[in-house]
């Protein structure tokens, strides 16, 4: 097969025998293009080395093959005010995009933005992807102003109030249920829970109540003393852990609601002379990088960011068609490490 120059899907209609039109419905994966015909015209494509022309056809369609995800900015020790998390689920967001032949647009969410007009109008991007959310009293009525707009998005943890498919989450409770589980089989029952136990943090408060609801199976007590307000940095779980030793509560296992707050947590117990695992076990949440370096090594919950990142690429695609999508609960896995017995 020959072309003069550069190929263009008139060349493959000619040799696949079918018209314009059709090949570009095959291209597009259209259901309309039986499989016969759209194996042909792939087949073809690749000999002619035929690449499209995303400006052409995105002129055509209306669509920009952009995704937008607006990151919650977050405090951090550094710079970056991203949380670590979400650095692990922004590479798997990258990987799935490039893998559908979307671009991606990075930034981060600013309260006085009208999101659909900024991106979805302006076709800067076909859908939204949106990480994190700070208080989400506050950020009900930003979910909810999407919705009313008809905006095509997604969101990671943060349950949209009658659309829980827009929604893609680890299944909090039942990480909380594996930490407490896991401390029962050490034999640890003096237990503390140091995160946002509240409606301004549902992941959390999820996280707690799968915790508190099975340390109650096994009759143990878990009260109002033993529970510590911190945000997820090791600034925050350090000084949680410290106001626990200093109002002397006695505990043998620490379940923190993120890795972050357990990081601070290990060095306020270091500092006050308990050793890690020997007096006091401690189970973060989230598997991130860190965890596996400080010393000791922690014990964790990993929530799966590469299948996350994955659904929500292809949740919101599905979006954009127009077909339907559900809410999907990925399963939680307790990384077993140094910080438990």
């Keep these: ?14 040799y696949a025998g079918v018209s314009q039109s059709t090949v570009s419905r095959a291209l597009r994966n259209s259901p309309l293009v039986n499989e016969e015909t759209r194996k042909k015209v792939f087949e073809i ?8 022309d995303k400006n052409a056809s995105n002129l055509r369609t209306q669509q920009s093959a952009t995704l ?17 998390f979400f650095l692990n689920m922004l590479g798997s967001i990258t990987r799935a995009c490039a893998k559908e032949g979307y671009d991606l647009l990075v930034s981060f969410q600013s309260a006085s933005q009208d999101w659909r007009a900024e991106y979805e109008d302006s076709h800067r991007a076909d859908g939204i992807i949106l990480l994190g959310y700070g208080d989400y009293m506050d950020y009900q009525s930003r979910l909810q102003n999407l919705l009313s707009q008809n905006t095509k ?35 640890r029952t003096h237990c503390v829970f140091i ?71 290990i060095k306020a117990l270091k500092e006050a002379g308990l050793r890690v695992p020997e007096d006091v076990n401690v189970i973060g949440f989230d598997n991130i990088a860190a965890a596996n370096y400080i010393s000791p090594s922690l014990t964790t919950v990993q929530q799966n960011t590469t299948l996350a990142g994955q659904m929500l690429v292809q949740n919101l695609l599905a979006l954009i068609r127009g077909e339907q999508i559900t809410d999907t609960l990925l399963p939680p896995k307790l990384i077993l490490r140094q910080s438990t017995s």
């Excluded at 995800?69 to 670590?84: R, V």
């Design 153 to 187: 998005f997604v969101c990671w943890g943060a349950t949209v109030e009658g659309r829980p498919d827009l929604t893609v989450s680890c299944d909090n409770y039942g990480g909380g249920q594996l930490a407490a589980h896991h401390f029962v089989s050490c034999n």
């Design 68 to 84: 937008a995800i607006l990151l919650f900015e977050d405090p951090t020790g550094d710079e970056s005010q991203i949380n670590p």
């Design 195 to 265: 995160g946002d136990a509240s409606e301004h943090s549902p992941e959390f408060l999820t996280r707690f109540k799968g915790f508190k609801d099975t340390l109650d199976q096994h009759q143990i007590s878990l009260g109002e003393r033993c529970v510590a307000n911190a945000i997820s940095t090791e600034d925050s779980g350090y000084h949680a852990t410290r106001s626990l030793l200093a109002n002397n509560v006695a505990f043998n296992a620490l379940f923190a609601a993120s890795d972050l707050i357990a990081i601070g947590a």
């Design 1 to 14: 097969m020959k072309t003069k120059g550069k190929a263009t899907s008139f060349d493959i209609a000619h």
């Design 45 to 52: 494509a690749k000999q002619l080395n035929y690449k499209v």
